[in-house]
C-alpha cells in the first residue's frame, strides 16, 4: 500500500520549534517531488514547502523562508519540515504530499499531525 504518514506535531509555545517528518510506505520517496501543506481551522489547505525530486531544490512560501527548512533524507525514505520560531498563526494541520502543487483534479490526503502554537 503507498503511503505517506505524517508525525511530529504538537504543542508548543511561540517561539519555539518542530520537526515534521513524511514518511514514505510502498514506495521511494525520491522519485517524487515532496511538498508540505497546511490547513488551519476554517481556512483553505495552503502549500509551504516543497523539495524537488531529482536536484533536491527546495521551494517556501514567502512567510516561511527565514523559518522553516525542508529536507529529505533517502536512506529513511522520509523527508523531514524544521519549523523554527513558531507563531500562533502556524497553527494547523501539516500534510505532505508527493506533489508540489495540487492537481487539478483534486488529491488524497493523510491524516496530518496536529501543530498548535499557544502560550
Known amino acids: 500500500q503507498v503511503q505517506l504518514v505524517e508525525s511530529g506535531g504538537g504543542l508548543v509555545q511561540p517561539g519555539g520549534s518542530l520537526r515534521l517528518s513524511c514518511a514514505a510506505s510502498g514506495f521511494t520517496l525520491d522519485y517524487y517531488d515532496i511538498g508540505w501543506f497546511r490547513q488551519a481551522p476554517g481556512k483553505e489547505r495552503e502549500g509551504i514547502s516543497c523539495i524537488g525530486r531529482s536536484d533536491g531544490i527546495t521551494y517556501y512560501a514567502d512567510s516561511m523562508t527565514d523559518r522553516f527548512t525542508i529536507s529529505r533524507d533517502n536512506a529513511k525514505n522520509t523527508v523531514y519540515l524544521q519549523m523554527n520560531s513558531l507563531k500562533p498563526e502556524d497553527t494547523a494541520v501539516y500534510y505532505c504530499?508527493?506533489?508540489?502543487?495540487?492537481?487539478?483534479?483534486?488529491?488524497?490526503w493523510g491524516q496530518g499531525t496536529q501543530v498548535t502554537v499557544s502560550s
Open positions: 504530499a508527493p506533489f508540489c502543487v495540487v492537481p487539478s483534479e483534486g488529491a488524497s
